[in-house]
């Protein structure tokens, strides 16, 4: 049967097909990026959410204000500042929280969710390599994620400024000034902490993707556990709390590495503390971990070729 | 040109073997219909050639290693798993849109041509579809890829008769012709008799028969033998016997149907008679077939 034994001479290479073959395989990298964004929509729907709710709550703030920037322009001009700021601080607080909530969430299902609903067995009947997956998979949290979490929070922080100007202003008092409230100073801190957060955290991403790509079931548990039973050993066998530290450390190293001092209370990214690019990249644990988040990565590649859908 | 070739291809699951040694070459231009009950092995070989997993033994499709190239492998073939497969999320003209963007060889304007009649939706979700609506899509993105192999594993699993037809009906008007190679896995067997250029049994792992349509009408011929013929046709060796409302029907493999025609009324059998005789009811009496 299904023996034509004459027929077996090649064809000769079809000269349209090579042609349309030579197209960049980063067409199928960003169109797998944007199908990410169509499939995980609360990696913007999220922190619009939130930047919605903020805004409501400082117009619904916003009588109050009058009465608060007297007070606060009596103050010395640093502690001014630091006042004025407070709700563009704040909001930029909210919007990474949400954000990084829907990095965890988004991390544990990118390559879980696809075997679950076996959509993975389409995916792989389309010239799509399990390298540009991954790839465009591990482009949401490396890219996608700091650069809405910048653009939210920025529009937000405008949004802010006009409400409150419109406010002081019908109250006969003055706008922030430029040294009150340095917004592209801010909005420089905000983009420089947010590079140097994720780039720091990418063995954290790595790992993520890694455990969504390996799980049968429950990734949040296999994500945390392992970690977390090491901290439990370690104290209760040698009394000690290096694992926990070296965690912690993986975890807000950033803030500390990156910036001149450590950070007022608990702003990720403080704008009045100087930003040390120089002493960021001379830092062994951003190298290290950059490191470590690639051959994550590479096992991801290799488990999503092997792993058969659930 | 071969399509598809195996050697010795073996793949197992732990303890479990699930192709057990195939031997197998598929030539372009042939519909092939792999038939075999559940757990014989056939998806698993189809996943193997697809570069779904990885495999013991000799296997090339289009002249590449699919487990090593199966992204470049996918440029040239399309699969059809089960209706179930389809992101469920997707919006039709993301879908639409994303298989563009990624594919070299797709055309959207036949896509858009091969949806026209279906009265699917653009706007609607993968998931707001019926099933059969589902599978029209997977065809319609399918056949608007200019591919050289397509592989249909069970694909009109849980579809009603209309659509089944109809799916059937549409490959073969509008999509295949002879420089297509389709290669079909179904339990529906009769349904796509008329289809089949090529027919091949599969059973634990290892393929128990494989021969073109126009060699099974050829070889097997089965007799409803009269009652007072019917020591005369036992001696004739047939492959299987069966009763239905007190008639005999003898299944013969290799003999003269002129020689039967004197025993009772001679025919063709269906696909899914043979394969009975083959492969054997239960699982005890098996008979081992000869190829």
């Known amino acids: ?87 563009y601080d704040f909001a930029l607080g909210m919007i990474m929280l949400t954000t990084m909530l829907v990095w965890l969430f ?38 996608i994620l700091p650069a809405v979490t910048f653009a939210v929070t920025g529009v937000t922080q405008v949004l802010i400024l006009l409400t409150s100007t419109l406010v002081l202003r019908m109250n006969g008092l003055p706008a922030a000034t430029e040294h009150q409230l340095p917004l592209i100073q801010l909005w420089g801190a905000m983009l420089y902490g947010l590079m140097a957060m994720t780039l720091w955290n990418a063995p954290i991403y790595g790992w993520l993707l890694l455990v969504s790509a390996w799980a049968r079931r429950a990734t949040l548990l296999w994500a945390l556990v392992p970690p977390l039973s090491l901290v439990a050993l ?38 009045m503390n100087p930003i040390a690019p120089a002493k960021y990249l001379s830092s062994p644990g951003l190298w290290i971990g950059l490191l470590v988040a690639a051959a994550f990565l590479a096992a991801t590649v290799r488990l999503r070729r092997h792993r058969a859908p659930l | 040109m071969t399509c598809i070739e195996a050697r ?53 499709g289009l002249g590449l290693d699919p487990w090593a190239r199966r992204d470049q492998l996918m440029r040239d073939v399309c699969f059809i798993a089960d209706v179930a497969v389809l992101p469920r999320w997707m919006q ?42 589902v599978i029209q899509l997977h065809l319609a993105l399918v056949m608007a890829i200019d591919a050289k192999l397509l592989v249909l594993d069970e694909p009109t699993l849980g579809l009603d008769i209309l659509v089944r037809k109809q799916f059937y009906d549409s490959l073969l008007n509008d999509y295949f012709d002879r420089s297509r190679t389709i290669v079909v896995t179904t339990h529906e067997v009769g349904e796509i008799q008329d289809v089949l250029t090529d027919v091949l049994f599969m059973n634990r792992g290892r393929i ?34 069966r009763q239905v409302f007190g008639r005999s029907f003898l299944l013969f ?30 699982p005890g009496e098996r008979l081992e077939i000869v190829r």
């Open chain 2, 92 to 133: 039709v003209t993301q879908l639409l849109d994303y298989v563009a963007g990624v594919h070299p060889r797709f055309d959207r304007a036949k896509a858009d041509h091969f949806l026209a009649p279906t009265g699917i939706r653009r706007a609607s979700k993968v998931r707001e579809l019926s099933k059969g609506m």
């Open chain 2, 253 to 282: 493999d290799r003999v003269d149907r002129n020689r039967l025609a004197a025993l009772g009324e001679a025919r063709t059998p269906s696909i899914a008679e043979v394969f009975v005789a083959v492969v054997g009811d239960p």
């Open chain 2, 208 to 241: 128990v028969l494989e021969c073109s349509m126009d060699d099974f009408e050829a070889r097997y011929t089965e007799v409803m033998v009269k009652p007072e013929q019917l020591a005369a046709a036992r001696a004739l060796q047939p492959i299987h016997e």
């Open chain 1, 106 to 143: 988004y991390c544990l299902d990118a390559l879980y969710g696809e075997r679950r609903d076996r959509s993975i067995l389409f995916w792989k009947s389309l010239p799509v390599s399990d390298l540009t997956a991954v790839l465009s998979k591990a482009t949401i949290p490396l890219a």
């Open chain 2, 8 to 60: 010795g291809l073996r793949k197992t699951f732990g303890a479990t073997v699930a192709v057990d040694g195939v031997d197998l070459r598929v030539e372009e231009g042939r519909i092939l219909g792999i038939i075999g009950p559940n757990g014989a092995g056939k998806s698993s070989m189809l996943h193997a050639i697809l570069g779904l997993i990885a495999y013991e033994g000799r296997l090339e």
């Open chain 1, 1 to 87: 049967m299904i023996r034509e034994a004459d027929a077996v001479t090649d064809r000769p290479v079809d000269v349209q097909a090579a042609a349309s073959e030579s197209r960049p395989s980063t067409w199928a990298y960003l169109w797998s990026v944007r199908r990410e964004l169509w499939e995980n929509r609360s990696i913007y729907l999220a922190p619009l959410a939130t930047a919605g709710i903020l805004l409501v709550g400082f117009c619904v703030g916003a009588a109050r204000l009058p009465v608060g920037r007297r007070a606060t322009l009596l103050l010395d001009p640093a502690l001014q500042r630091a006042r004025i700021e407070r709700p």
């Open chain 1, 234 to 271: 370690e104290k209760i066998a040698f009394q000690t709390n290096y694992i926990f530290s070296f965690l912690r450390w993986r975890g807000v190293g950033w803030t500390m590495e990156a910036f001149a001092s450590k950070p007022r209370g608990t702003l990720m990214i403080d704008p």
